[in-house]
């Protein structure tokens, strides 16, 4: 039985397919990594207790891994951030591609 997770990965993405901007679609995924970054930092902050065995050295780790983890969550795109900034800028690309093949030369 495949995982969904798997399943994900295995299916092309129009980026590459050749059918796409494969520079938007890495900027979408680092703007849906800056989001879960803050996220995460968020959560993190919300903690009940003190930490006795923290550190600054394991505050940094853990944001270290935080930063990597949240890399990785864009890039499975399980939460349609990347998706709706990509689908939205398109749109724009597609809006000015009209208007400038319009007449304007």
Do not use: H, W, Y
């Not at 129009?14 to 970054?37: M, S």
């Not at 890399?71 to 398109?90: N, P, T």
């Not at 690309?93 to 319009?102: E, M, P, Y």
């Amino acid at each position: 039985m495949t995982s969904p997770i798997s399943s994900v990965r295995a299916t092309p993405t129009p980026a590459a397919a050749g059918g796409g901007d494969g520079g938007l679609r890495k900027a979408a995924e680092a703007f849906e990594a800056v989001i879960l970054r803050q996220l995460m930092a968020s959560m993190r902050q919300a903690k009940l207790g003190d930490d006795i065995l923290g550190s600054s050295a394991t505050d940094n780790f853990r944001e270290m891994a935080d930063a990597r983890t949240a890399d990785s969550l864009a890039a499975m795109r399980q939460f349609g951030i990347a998706d709706m900034v990509e689908r939205q800028f398109r749109g724009q690309l597609a809006g000015l591609a009209g208007r400038s093949g319009g007449g304007v030369q």
